[in-house]
């Protein structure tokens, strides 16, 4: 009678262990069927955002992060959509998208996190002064936590005047710099004149600035204003 009931209980505790494999087994499905399709379809639709992001800014396809703050389970999947960037934040830091798979249109708000080489300066640089390559150093950052217009190229840079003092290490954007005129309003200068067979040499004073190659209205000695091009040597030259 002992053993009867001793394989009873064996028998019963066999019954429950294949229970709880039982149990387990559904549990892993449930997990393959409903958890990894969400994450394997959060990694597609990321790869779709890249590619497009990455085609919208190319300059910058090697340094982009993208985070999604729609919830994933209201977007349905697509093989093949189509992005439109419908707006953006003023740093250009979060957009609105819309999501177009064949005549089913999806919104998305995505934040994009790209990162490129900008310009700060290596030293304290006065106002007025004349930026050299010297003085600036090229660091890479992400471009939506710095301040708008920053600097990206050094030669942007080079000759540029300082229109306010700029601290080391202190990113510099294009409402801190204003351009090295080669010549300056009210500036005396030489004004040459050539026409048919002659060539007038005189003096007058510029009413505006202007870069080589830029025109130029220049107050001749005689009183009368005239229209001229800035040559290599900061003379205006004037053709008639």
């Known amino acids: 009678m002992y053993t009867n009931v001793l394989k009873r209980y064996k028998c019963i505790f066999i019954i429950i262990k294949i229970k709880e494999k039982i149990i387990l087994m559904k549990i892993m499905i449930y997990f393959f069927l409903f958890f990894l399709p969400l994450e394997v379809h959060a ?59 064949g005549t089913h249109k999806q919104y998305l708000k995505v934040e994009l996190h790209t990162k490129r080489e900008y310009v700060i300066s290596s030293k304290k640089i006065s106002k007025g002064q004349k930026i050299r390559e010297s003085d600036l150093k090229s660091v890479i950052g992400r471009l939506d936590m710095l301040p708008h217009h920053v600097y990206l190229k050094k030669q942007d840079l080079v000759n540029s005047i300082s229109a306010c003092d700029i601290l080391p290490l202190q990113p510099i954007t294009s409402f801190m ?26 003096q007058g004073k ?14 001749i000695e005689n009183g009368k204003i005239v229209d001229g091009v800035v040559s290599k040597d900061r003379e205006v030259v004037i053709n008639l």
């Not at 870069?211 to 209205?217: G, H």
């Open 43 to 101: 990694i597609s639709l990321i790869d779709q955002l890249n590619i497009f992001f990455k085609t919208e800014y190319p300059k910058n396809k090697n340094n982009i992060d993208i985070i999604i703050h729609t919830p994933l389970k209201k977007y349905v999947s697509c093989n093949k959509p189509r992005f439109t960037i419908i707006n953006s934040s003023n740093n250009f830091s979060l957009f609105n998208i819309l999501s177009m798979c």
């Open 177 to 202: 710099t204003r351009p090295f005129w080669s010549v300056n309003a009210n500036q005396q200068v030489a004004v040459i004149i050539n026409g048919i067979d002659f060539r007038i040499i005189t």
């Open 206 to 219: 510029s009413l505006n600035n202007a870069f080589i190659n830029e025109n130029v209205r220049v107050k």
